[in-house]
């Protein structure tokens, strides 16, 4: 029998060989029958089956898009971080003699550490550089064109962008495993009391038994 200490793929594979088994052995389905389980009840195991190993596929999909999404995401950050950190480091010396630039542009103190706050001080610099012609012209002297900072502006947007999709399939990935959850719950079920009758059904079968994948303890 298919403990549940078992991984869930190993409980999967112990299902199918003992329900298989017993449709396709009519001498197997024959004794099981007198206890309840003719084909149309273990049918419905079956089934039960089907849609868990199904589930669970779906399952390492949904977790596989949400490995990749947050790969993705990390990727797109510390691409615009570096690209943020240079500028600023430059603008701290180009801006350095213009106080209300420094402000509106928050130069100063430490970059925040929470997502959302390094994405605002970041937008700020970007939306509040590329909307003042003086200090524009004051980055470029050193090297930071509009282009570039149009570039760096649309590293942030992709970088809030790519995290809400990450946050997106870790939802998703989540509600996949409670679902797959729940379908392993039935099928658990189901074969624990198919394995309990069929110990009855087959007990002067150990041969049968064995065929189900049920190996009593000597």
Aim: proline residues 1%.
């Amino acid at each position: 029998m298919a403990k549940l200490t078992q991984s869930i793929d190993g409980r999967l594979s112990a299902a199918q060989i003992a329900i298989e088994n017993s449709l396709s052995d009519n001498k197997v389905l024959s004794l099981l029958s007198v206890y309840g389980y003719d084909a149309a009840k273990i049918g419905e195991g079956k089934t039960l089956f089907e849609t868990a190993r199904q589930i669970q596929q779906q399952q390492k999909a949904e977790y596989g898009d949400q490995y990749a999404a947050t790969d993705a995401f990390k990727a797109k950050l510390d691409e615009a971080k570096t690209e943020y950190m240079r500028f600023l480091k430059v603008a701290r010396v180009a801006l350095k003699n213009d106080y209300a630039a420094f402000k509106t542009l928050e130069l100063g103190g430490i970059r925040k550490h929470s997502l959302t706050g390094w994405i605002g001080q970041a937008r700020t610099f970007y939306i509040n550089s590329l909307s003042d012609a003086d200090v524009l012209a004051k980055l470029n002297n050193f090297g930071i064109t509009q282009e570039k900072l149009e570039a760096g502006k649309t590293l942030v947007d992709e970088t809030e962008a790519a995290n809400i999709s990450q946050k997106k399939e870790t939802g998703e990935a989540q509600q996949a495993t409670k679902d797959r959850d729940e379908a392993i719950d039935n099928l658990d079920e189901w074969m624990s009391d198919f394995f309990a009758i069929a110990r009855v059904a087959l007990e002067e079968k150990p041969q049968y038994l064995e065929k189900l994948g049920i190996v009593e303890p000597s």
